[in-house]
Nanobody, 120 residues
Framework: QVQLVESGGGLVQPGGSLSLSCAASGFTFSNYVMSWYRQAPGKERELVADITSTGGSTNYADSVKGRFTISRDNAKNAVYLQMNSLKPEDTAVYYC?????????????WGQGAQVTVSS
């Protein structure tokens, strides 16, 4: 069955770095756009970054541009999020997402989430 498993979350001080990983299985990973979303307490889930199926193009939320980097390894069925210069407002549960749209149907999968806490 389809699985997206995030890892690498944790507690970090402001200004620090963390790297998230998402291991995918159960679908043809290289056909899917991969994204990282986050949801802070009391807020809606928001897009952090996404990367095309080939890895040739990326997109970032304005709030993380220049600090976060999304990448993928299609040979390993994995997507990554390198987070630098972390701020307290980056605290959230981070979710891995896989999406593919074809005529008349979209497939959309979510991971279980990884907690990232930025605090001194």
């Amino acid at each position: 069955q389809v699985q997206l498993v995030e890892s690498g979350g944790g507690l970090v001080q402001p200004g620090g770095s963390l790297s998230l990983s998402c291991a995918a299985s159960g679908f043809t990973f290289s056909n899917y756009v991969m994204s990282w979303y986050r949801q802070a307490p009391g807020k809606e889930r928001e897009l952090v970054a996404d990367i095309t199926s080939t890895g040739g193009s990326t997109n970032y939320a304005d709030s993380v541009k220049g600090r976060f980097t999304i990448s993928r390894d299609n040979a390993k069925n994995a997507v990554y999020l390198q987070m630098n210069s972390l701020k307290p407002e980056d605290t959230a549960v981070y979710y891995c997402n896989a999406k593919r749209c074809r005529p008349y149907v979209c497939s959309n999968y979510w991971g279980q989430g990884a907690q990232v806490t930025v605090s001194s």
